[in-house]
């Protein structure tokens, strides 16, 4: 998605193309690109205020310097947004002005520029934003925000900033008029008795104003939607163009993707899908010839029927939901059939005409697009049986108001209402509300405590107590413990202490350094088994005969000199033992002398008959 992005751009993604379901979509879009007013070789610079600055861009384009925004194209469905913050303490005029200005090409080849000015009054009460805030708009400013934090970081992340975004200002109107800091500056106290009259409100619990009631709701629907929903079961491609999409959508667009509308087909007036009579409400006609809908449903399951017909709409795609139980005649009426049983969906076209109640249901489904997205002027409509797995688990994808499976969605809309409600404590949370198993009841798309993600990694491998570190030493060819790795012949072996039982047998252990053990070692420590052979190339290599012993070392022998006669551990402090020893010696003391110590000085031991002295160092 960034080449469309840094080139101001839009991306469309047909998956598992089928003409009959997406060729006139795709005719209409491609049409509509080709024929829209664009403009190009555009650059565009925004400008606010002294004393006020503009701290993030959002939207499709590719920024020059610090403030120019380079768009090689620019149409009326180009779409972007920016965030203001404080630059000083306070501003010295009653009116905030914001100006962007765009210099382009036509298509005519004439070089134009137009310029875009308004002025907003500044206030010190924090109720007078707040009271203003048109909730639709700062979802989908929120929204672009969490699509940065995503690209930037990670999906719970994004949910995380959402969630608080969300919380923070549903706290800031129940608040009233206290001091706060804006952007590190503190605002001015307000004068007059207002601030007592907030103050004495402030002593119950207030209620959500009215302008921001539906902010939670639009909050818990874009976390729940396919560019921020968790889970492995949503492709990459079908993330990227939704992040694509919403990142390049007006208000209005971005409400109904988020939050989609639902309608009730079986059972809606007569007067649906024809012309209003009268001037009615903008939510229940759409269109150019303002075509009546049906009644708006809440997203929840619990609002299908199994002898229901439900069409829902994001602005994008259409689903049709089919009950089992669903009417023969209007089932014939739709699809030209009296079941859906055995059929293959993929091939299940909607009728436009025949008859009338496919008449007003096309009605509808044109009016619908021609409302909120001028651009796709043909709807693809995806036709969804009850029962059916692949394309209902879809479906419900969009019925944000129930729990989802995924980290972060677990909570029905009411459940995030007392939540949002409890300025976003614990308590604020029904018992059990949201968790899934094993899962923390932290808030929607806060991340899990480091404890149980430990506890999601598994336990770590089990530890033998008294058992040195490494691999196991019955092995053949496995390496020696870290201590004494078999290339370094002049480091000394691992401490063992005498009655620390290791992990192999007592008699396969290995001699310990000097001054641990006294005396002369067990018989049966120098008698190699099988299962226990010495140190790597000890005994696999004896020198010829008729030669003497190596040289003395300081240290046990590497593995790349031969080693004395009959040993089956590395000698200690560098002295030959005689040849008629069967233990090796422990700190370089031969046993017939019985000392204490090991000797001092590297004194050797006496020769035995027919043995030759080797000269000490």
Request: with cysteine.
């Amino acid at each position: 998605g960034d080449l469309p992005k840094l080139t101001a751009g839009t991306l469309r993604t047909y998956p598992g193309f089928n003409y009959d379901t997406d060729g006139p979509k795709f005719e209409s879009e491609l049409v509509r690109s080709l024929t829209q007013h664009t403009a190009f070789e555009s650059v565009m610079r925004i400008r606010c205020t002294r004393g006020m600055k503009i701290t993030n861009f959002y939207g499709n384009f590719f920024i020059r310097g610090s403030d120019l925004l380079a768009l090689p194209n620019c149409n009326s469905d180009s779409v972007f947004a920016f965030d203001f913050a404080h630059d000083e303490h306070n501003l010295n005029s009653s009116f905030m002005t914001i100006q962007s200005a765009l210099l382009y090409t036509s298509s005519e080849g004439e070089r134009r520029i137009r310029v875009i000015t308004q002025a907003i009054p500044v206030t010190s009460l924090a109720s007078e934003v707040i009271n203003t805030v048109d909730a639709e708009a700062m979802s989908a400013l929120l929204a672009k925000q969490a699509l940065d934090v995503a690209v930037k970081t990670n999906l719970d992340n994004a949910r995380g900033k959402l969630q608080q975004a969300c919380i923070d200002l549903i706290r800031a109107s129940k608040e009233g008029d206290k001091p706060r800091r804006v952007s590190g500056y503190a605002a001015p106290p307000p004068m007059g008795g207002h601030q007592q009259q907030q103050g004495g409100e402030a002593e119950g619990e207030k209620a959500i104003p009215e302008n921001l009631k539906l902010l939670p709701l639009y909050t818990l629907a874009t976390m729940k939607n396919v560019a921020f929903r968790g889970g492995t079961d949503v492709h990459p491609d079908e993330r990227v163009h939704a992040m694509h999409r919403l990142n390049n959508m007006d208000v209005i667009a971005s409400k109904h993707f988020v939050y989609p509308r639902m309608f009730s087909l079986h059972n809606m007036s007569s007067n649906a899908g024809l012309p209003s009579a009268n001037d009615a409400d903008d939510e229940k006609v759409a269109g150019k010839n303002d075509i009546e809908l049906p009644s708006v449903l809440d997203l929840t399951i619990d609002r299908l029927a199994s002898n229901g017909i439900f069409l829902l709409d994001n602005g994008l795609d259409m689903f049709l939901w089919v009950g089992r139980s669903s009417d023969p005649a209007i089932l014939n009426s739709l699809f030209g059939t009296n079941s859906l049983e055995g059929v293959d969906m993929s091939r299940v076209t909607l009728q436009t005409s025949g008859n009338d109640f496919a008449s007003r249901v096309n009605a509808i489904v044109c009016a619908l697009r021609e409302d909120d997205s001028p651009e796709t002027l043909v709807a693809k409509v995806t036709v969804v049986r009850e029962g059916d797995q692949g394309l209902e688990s879809r479906f419900f994808w969009y019925l944000v108001e129930d729990r989802a499976s995924f980290n972060g969605g677990t909570y029905s809309y009411e459940d995030f209402m007392n939540f949002v409600n409890s300025g976003g404590s614990q308590q604020g949370m029904p018992p059990g509300a949201g968790r899934a198993p094993g899962r923390a009841p932290g808030p929607p798309g806060q991340q899990m405590p480091p404890q149980m993600q430990n506890q999601m990694r598994g336990p770590a491998p089990p530890q033998m107590p008294n058992q040195p570190p490494g691999p196991p030493m019955q092995s053949r060819g496995g390496p020696p413990p870290p201590q004494m790795p078999p290339s370094m012949g002049h480091q000394q072996p691992p401490p063992q202490m005498q009655n620390q039982p290791p992990g192999p047998p007592m008699q396969q252990q290995r001699p310990g350094p000097p001054m641990q053990n006294r005396g002369p070692p067990p018989m049966p420590m120098g008698v190699p088994s099988p299962s226990r052979p010495g140190p790597p190339q000890m005994n696999s290599n004896p020198p010829p005969p008729n030669r003497g012993p190596p040289p003395p070392m300081q240290g046990p022998p590497s593995g790349n000199m031969p080693p004395p006669r009959q040993m089956s551990g590395p000698p200690s402090g560098g002295m030959p033992p005689p040849r008629q020893m069967s233990g090796p010696p422990s700190g370089g003391m031969p046993p017939p002398r019985q000392m204490s110590g090991p000797p001092s000085g590297g004194m050797p031991p006496p020769p035995m008959p027919g043995q030759v002295r080797q000269p000490g160092p």
